[in-house]
């Protein structure tokens, strides 16, 4: 039996949705919450196995998600991480000690959580079965400790069934609007949602209003409150300064103390201000997709070349490219736009290049990607840049 193709059989079946494009547009009505928190419980609370933390944010997430994971595992802790959305594999979802498990481990999981959910509750959505398989993978390798990034939101996300002892609201913008509306303290208090009673909720630098939206989430379920990182700091040293106070809690929840690693200002995170050479290419990959980060890329930008660079962005729906391009596009000599099509691809609007993607690469010298994870995990995998592992090999 191909368990691989059996499990995404069943994905397509529940969820309807194979495409990652699709995915951001899965609901925020509680059904998935309550579906996973059914399958959870039926499959012996995998997310009670191990400290948790849970990472939410409008940016951020993924590096503070990374870092966290990297100081945990410099600490003695065989570490779960899963990150949303993916660069180049979906096994990246459910990483263990920064390598990717075998495809029939995931599917596997997949299927248990198939066989206890005929009659669960609610729907299911691909990011939040990808989020429950993979804390069924991490108990299954013998995981001390897990990192788990949040999707859209927060508290009615997929993975808020999981109260975890330890959360981390990274920062807030008003993005996806239509879903979450454009009040930013609102917005704070639905991405704090994902903490519970008794747990730790560590904020980054917020306005006045967000800050008390959040603390009040946290103090209506005794959860303790924190702030790190100033609104001065760049993203980075924010991410690095919740990274470090997550990972410290989470190290003393699994009785260990939190090392950090060697040059740990300097590691790359994938995806995240990462600098590829192939070729007689040099590009500047970031995920950068909300106002803030795409100013803030655009200064690394300014400081990265000495003579600006041709700019690949992209946009997947529901934003709009002509909104985010000119917060990036002053620091670039030139753009294409590139916006996913439905069966996948690339697709450049007023062009009728087959595949802008590969006309740009192919034209070398010094160049950016940004706009969307998505495009830049197109980029990575046609530049042949795995960035994890498979279980048996050496880490990043």
């Not at 966290?68 to 595992?73: D, K």
């Not at 999981?109 to 669960?120: G, Q, R, T």
């Not at 993975?159 to 990274?170: D, K, S």
Request: glycine share 10%; net charge neutral; charged share 25%.
């Amino acid at each position: 039996m191909d368990v691989t193709a059996e499990a995404r059989r069943w994905l397509e079946r529940r969820t309807g949705v194979l495409s990652p494009y699709a995915r951001r547009l899965e609901p925020l009505d509680g059904g998935p919450r309550r579906f996973l928190q059914y399958a959870a419980e039926r499959l012996g609370s995998p997310h009670r196995a191990f400290p948790v933390v849970h990472v939410a944010g409008s940016s951020g997430k993924g590096t503070t998600a990374w870092l966290c994971a990297r100081i945990l595992e410099e600490s003695g802790l065989r570490t779960g991480l899963s990150w949303s959305p993916h660069l180049t594999d979906e096994r990246e979802r459910a990483l263990v000690s920064f390598r990717k498990p075998p495809r029939e481990s995931l599917a596997r999981a997949v299927l248990e959580i198939a066989a206890v959910s005929e009659d669960a509750p609610g729907r299911p959505t691909w990011a939040g079965v990808m989020a429950l398989a993979a804390l069924l993978v991490f108990r299954e390798a013998g995981a001390d400790v897990a990192v788990m990034e949040c999707g859209l939101g927060g508290g009615r996300d997929a993975t808020g069934f999981m109260e975890a002892p330890v959360c981390v609201l990274t920062s807030v913008e008003a993005e996806h609007t239509e879903r979450l509306g454009r009040d930013t303290a609102l917005i704070a208090a639905e991405k704090a949602d994902i903490v519970s009673k008794g747990a730790l909720l560590v904020c980054g630098p917020l306005s006045e209003a967000e800050l008390a939206a959040a603390r009040a989430v946290a103090e209506g379920r005794g959860a303790a409150f924190e702030a790190a990182g100033s609104p001065s700091d760049p993203p980075r040293a924010v991410s690095e300064a919740l990274a470090r106070r997550a990972a410290e809690r989470a190290a003393a929840l699994a009785g260990k103390r939190a090392v950090i690693p060697p040059g740990f200002s300097s590691l790359v995170v994938p995806g995240r201000n990462h600098l590829v050479r192939k070729d007689g290419l040099t590009v500047l990959l970031d995920g950068a997709h909300t106002p803030a980060s795409l100013a803030a890329f655009a200064r690394a930008v300014r400081g990265r070349f000495r003579r600006p660079p041709r700019l690949l962005f992209g946009c997947t729906p529901p934003r709009r490219p002509e909104e985010l391009l000119p917060l990036v596009a002053p620091a670039c000599s030139e753009a294409v736009t590139v916006v996913p099509m439905p069966g996948g691809g690339w697709r450049s609007p007023g062009s009728d290049d087959p595949d802008p993607v590969g006309s740009f690469l192919a034209r070398g010298g010094e160049a950016v990607a940004t706009g969307s994870f998505h495009l830049v995990g197109e980029v990575m995998k046609r530049l042949g840049e795995e960035p994890f592992g498979d279980f048996g090999q050496n880490p990043l």
